[in-house]
């Protein structure tokens, strides 16, 4: 049986990236492959997901693709289990803009002022960029392939259930 992929961003910065990476042809799955044909953006089951569950044939189920920089809380599957065949985590810590630090070449001055200032990502690339905005930044990455590939190599997850975007490169 085919499965369908629900994609879900965390948050705006998530879903972007990963429209982004879909309209690149970058990942082993297309708009097709997915619930809706887009990333929804959501931390956890919402009204309209459970709603588009529902527009599944009868024993048909999804792969929940999580992508997010914090999955400390579960996802509540309980009106949708039988929905669900499987969750993926997929992790962007500490922050998704840790992505845009290592596209400017700023990565050791990150890690050597947070070590000692406790700095968050989102405030380091707000005070090196001027009108820092995400959306801005990202469209300034000429390889997102490669960038996720970085972030893999610099980046190490505690958890051996999260997964890192550069996984599901093509």
Known sequence: MERLILLLGEGRCETMLLERCLDE?????????????????ARQITPEIIVLLNTLKRGEQVVIYR???????????????????????????????????IN??????????????RLMPKEFVRSRIRDYDFETALNRVQDIGGLLKEYRRVKKHRSKKEEYLADLLR
Do not use: M
């Not at 039988?82 to 997929?90: A, D, G, I, L």
């Not at 400017?104 to 200032?117: T, V």
């Open 104 to 117: 400017e070449g700023l990565l050791k001055e990150y890690s050597n002022l947070s070590a000692s200032h």
């Open 25 to 41: 042809g970058l990942l082993v799955f297309t708009r097709k492959d997915l619930l809706d044909q887009r990333p929804i953006h």
């Open 67 to 101: 992508v997010g920089d914090t999955q400390k809380d579960e996802l509540d599957l309980k009106a949708v289990s039988e929905r669900v065949f499987s969750v993926r985590t997929f992790c962007t810590k500490p922050e998704i803009e840790i992505l845009i630090i």
